[in-house]
């Protein structure tokens, strides 16, 4: 018999929390693509789960790993590695074979960043995600839209290395989501109350439960902050001790640090609890042992290698220290970048000093042509016009109210 978890206690907390910054000793990048998947001879059908999950197997030649989200997206996981312009080959290679295997079953991806032809109904039975679900819905209906209506290009890089000591990539990730959120912005449109969004993605996601998916606090020690944020956030899903593929739903109203200092009926939460409760936790930067960049709409494949030569550069040493010494800190602006985009004088002043700063450092992640080229015709096409992606298109009316965010977020 396995010997039992034991109980968890603030200094084995405290220890969880800092081991999300340690350095790996390696410095990877991976990114994470989602599409909306489509029949287009049913397109108002979602595809049968057995069919999507048919293209998990065999495992794709640049080691990424395919999996379903609860709406029936597609999420490709290129395998870390070494450099960003590694990391874009991968990803770009893997994503053409996902789509060849899709169409080889009739099906096709979207490059969309919300869906909002087909309204949101989740295909994925699991667990977690029926705790979810009834977790969100008892606050409003933002919840469903996230998890199954939308998709967006997420960039994982390595915690600092050892030598630096300063967790300068937290700080500065965190200074400049918003920033990031207006330049890549590609889903924008209109709320059912009339509000105008750059990035209706990225309003859904800060509405839902603004305790898991505001920013951390950037003025304590990241391990600190990184588990005071965690210790507010109410408790949805409690792991089963002996199938980690079931559990129980959790209503809102119960925070984990009410959870460990009073338990419940399951008894008083563990390390493995813990860790659980922090993947339900969704910060614009989240701390995973690496740090994921979760701010970016899906956009086109070309787009996503100049996202991910912004992000590859900004968090290098001399960008990072510019950035951090030029920029004003933009972590509280969130919704305002989300809604406001360009519009908000700031945010376009801080895209306009970071692209500075990026092109003037970007050879020191990448001598690639073809990879700046990409960089360089999105700053002429987009970012130099005071435009993001999503400014291509009309902008589309979602029937949802996004304004369940807190108004301490949305003013200076």
Not at 40 to 52: A, F, K, M, S, Y
Not at 368 to 397: I, N, W
Request: hydrophobic content about 40%.
């Amino acid at each position: 018999m396995p010997s039992p978890t034991p109980i968890l206690t603030p200094l084995l907390a405290e220890g969880l929390a800092q081991s999300m910054f340690c350095s790996t000793g390696e410095d990877l990048v991976g990114l994470e693509c989602e599409w909306p998947v489509r029949d287009w001879r049913t397109p108002q059908r979602r595809p049968d789960l057995e069919v999507l999950e048919s293209i998990i197997e065999p495992p794709l030649s640049g080691g990424g790993r395919i999996t379903i989200e609860p709406g029936g997206q597609v999420e490709l996981s290129s395998f870390p590695t070494p450099g960003v312009s590694n990391a874009i080959d991968q990803v770009n290679a893997d994503a053409e074979e996902v789509h060849a295997r899709l169409l080889s079953l009739g099906l096709d991806f979207e490059v969309r960043a919300v869906e909002r032809c087909r309204p949101p109904e989740r295909i994925l039975r699991r667990p977690r995600y029926q705790s979810m679900e009834s977790f969100f819905d008892a606050r409003n209906p933002v919840g469903r839209w996230m998890m199954c209506n939308t998709a967006s290009l997420q960039v994982n890089v390595s915690n600092d290395p050892c030598e630096a000591g300063d967790h300068h990539r937290w700080f500065v990730l965190n200074q400049i989501a918003p920033a990031l959120v207006a330049m890549f912005a590609n889903s924008r449109g209109v709320d059912s109350t009339g509000q105008s969004w750059a990035s209706l993605r990225q309003g859904i996601w800060m509405a839902m439960d603004p305790a898991r998916t505001a920013t951390v606090r950037t003025d304590l020690p990241p391990a600190q902050a990184w588990l005071e944020y965690a210790m507010h956030a109410d408790v949805m899903h409690i792991l089963n001790p002996d199938d980690h593929t079931q559990g129980t739903s959790v209503s809102p109203g119960t925070s984990f640090a009410r959870w460990m200092a009073d338990g419940n009926e399951f008894g008083y939460p563990t390390m493995e609890d813990l860790t659980y409760h922090f993947s339900t936790l969704f910060p614009p930067v989240r701390p995973r042992g690496w740090l994921e960049l979760r701010v970016l709409d899906a956009v086109p494949s070309w787009i996503r290698t100049a996202a991910a030569l912004v992000v590859g550069t900004i968090i290098q040493p001399g960008a990072a220290s510019a950035i951090r010494h030029e920029i004003a800190d933009l972590s509280d602006l969130h919704v305002v970048a989300a809604r406001d985009g360009f519009r908000d004088p700031l945010i376009a002043r801080s895209i306009r000093e970071i692209t500075r700063i990026v092109l003037e450092n970007v050879h020191t992640v990448s001598d690639r042509s073809d990879h700046l080229a990409a960089l360089y015709e999105f700053v002429k096409r987009y970012t130099s016009q005071g435009m993001s992606p999503g400014d291509d298109g009309a902008p589309r009316v979602l029937p949802i109210c996004l304004d369940h965010i807190g108004e301490a977020s949305t003013s200076r």
